[in-house]
Every structure is written in C-alpha cells, then in structure tokens.
C-alpha cells in the first residue's frame, strides 16, 4: 500500500532563512509518481513539481529546489532565502503506475515565514 | 481559462438534508476525483471516476455518493450529511494518460454539518 509521511507538522522560521520540508513515501511498485503541492492561507492547491522513480536528478527552480533520493525513499523540498509569501500548508503526495486512480497525499506542512 | 469549478464554496447545513457539490471542468479531462481535507490528516480520496459512467470508491466513500453522467461534471452527492462529514471538499481532474499527469484541483467547497 502507498503511504506518504510528512513528519514536520508545522515549521516557523525568519525571512532569508532556508527550510527543508521533509517527505518519505512508502510503495512497492518501482514505477511511481511524486508531486509537491502548495497550498496558500487562500485555499487553492497548487501544483509544484512531479518527479518519475526513473529521475533522481535533483530539479532547482528559482529558490525552489527538490531532493529525490529512492535509497531513503524522500522527496525534500528545500526553499532558499524564504519570502513572507511562502507561508503556506505544502504536501506532498505519491501516485504509483499500478494503482494510477490513487493520489495518496502527506499530512501537510504548515510553514510560516516571519518577517 | 482552463480550471475545475465547485460550487457552492461554503455551505452550512444541518444533519440528514441532503446535498450536492457541483464539480466541472473545461479542459476535457477523463479521470476527475473528489478529495476532502482534513487537520492533520492531508487529503484523502472519496471517489474517482476515470471516464463517463465509471466511477469507483477512494479510501474514505462510506457517506457519500458520485456520478459521471457527463465528462465535465463529477457532482459529490451526501443524501444525509452528519456533523462528522464537516470538512474542506476539492474536486480535481487530469488526463487519462497515466498517473504521472499532476491533477488540477477547484477552489474547494467549506462544508460545515450542524
């Protein structure tokens, strides 16, 4: 069975800090999905980043940058110089090939950024 | 503009009156699903349907009722709403293709069940 685990309930940090969220996932398939969703105090979910189990790259968008390791099964998320605007609930979530109608999300982190 | 609409956003309601949350999307998606949120719990699937006339249970059905009667609407339907199916609703669709493609989620419907 797909599980996700986001350990880090809620996360406060200083403006121009860096903060990782952490995400583990659980699967037996090897063929699987995972994403990062941002979810601002407005309510929409945003999507982030997908990442295939075939891709270990790391990916960097902006201040935005990704962490795909399968040996400890993570996906991290890590923001660098955070803003105020990057207060928000982050999750992620785990779709596996074999089981595609299924997007199994974390519990969420809830990050605020302090001015 | 390509998105998923719900409606209505916010809707309180009393025990055993049944409703429905609309759910439609443009952008001719086959699989659409309903999630609800929950503190401490992320969110988890109610139902999803992969095309017209084919729907199937998520992890947490029990309560509710779907249909896909057409491909842009995916209705949730809860024919006697109790106080513990007070939650945040979000419908969401994505193309058929594999689970790889990111679903698009609506704005979310803020259910509260007296």
């Known amino acids: 069975a797909q599980k996700v685990t986001q350990a880090q309930t809620e996360i406060s940090v200083v403006e121009k800090e860096d903060v990782t969220l952490d995400c583990v996932y659980e699967?037996?398939?090897?063929?699987?999905?995972l994403f990062w969703y941002k979810q601002p105090p407005s309510g929409e979910l945003v999507f982030l980043i997908r990442?295939?189990?075939?891709?270990?790259q790391n990916e960097i968008s902006g201040r935005y940058s990704w962490n795909f390791q399968k040996s400890t099964s993570s996906f991290n998320f890590t923001i660098t110089a955070s803003q105020v605007v990057d207060s928000a609930v982050y999750f992620c979530?785990?779709?596996?090939?074999?089981?595609?109608?299924?997007?199994?999300f974390g519990e969420g982190t809830q990050l605020t950024v302090n001015p | 503009e390509a998105q998923v609409t719900q409606n209505p956003r916010y809707l309180i309601t009393v025990t055993g009156k049944k409703l429905t949350v609309t759910c439609s999307q443009n952008m001719n998606h086959e699989y659409m699903s309903w999630y609800r949120q929950d503190p401490g719990l992320g969110l988890r699937q109610i139902y999803y349907?992969?095309?017209?006339?084919?729907?199937d249970k998520g992890d947490v059905p029990e309560g509710y009722k779907v249909s896909r009667k057409e491909k842009r609407n995916f209705p949730l339907i809860l024919e006697s709403p109790s106080p513990n199916q007070t939650s945040l609703y979000f419908c969401a669709s994505r193309l058929f293709g594999g689970p790889y493609n990111e679903q698009f989620f609506g704005p979310g419907t803020r259910l509260t069940v007296l």
């Open positions: 979530a785990l779709s596996e090939e074999t089981s595609g109608s299924r997007l199994t």
């Open positions: 990442r295939n189990s075939f891709d270990e």
């Open positions: 699967t037996r398939d090897t063929t699987y999905y």
């Open positions: 349907s992969m095309n017209v006339e084919v729907t």
